[in-house]
């Protein structure tokens, strides 16, 4: 765990760089990447099998989805705050990003 504290309190976790690549007149492509610790991983991965055995109160933590992947889901049409957590969670099932999944709670 403390990794992942480093690596949070660094903003390493919260910083999305991007580059403008292939630039012209009209058009220009835009990469963006995250890095995105194996601590931090690791710690949602523990969240999710420990979430067996805890009993929620007022708020649950449900997933922790990197900006990347928050923007990519903009630009196609899809902002995770307006939608519920369950089309949330499936999406991301889809996509095979169950690691951001933190709860393996019925929602």
């Known amino acids: 765990m403390s990794d992942f504290k480093d690596a949070f309190m660094s903003k390493r976790l919260l910083n999305a760089e991007s580059d403008f690549i292939d630039m012209d007149d009209k058009n220009f492509t835009m990469k963006s990447e995250q890095v995105i610790p194996s601590a931090f991983i690791d710690d949602l991965r523990d969240q999710r099998y420990a979430s067996h055995d805890s009993r929620e109160e007022n708020f649950m933590k449900v997933a922790s989805i ?42």
């Open 66 to 107: 990197p900006v990347v992947i928050h923007e990519k889901w903009l630009r196609e049409g899809f902002d995770l705050f307006k939608e519920k957590h369950k089309t949330v969670i499936a999406r991301l099932k889809a996509e095979s990003l169950d690691a951001f999944i933190a709860t393996d709670k019925k929602l």
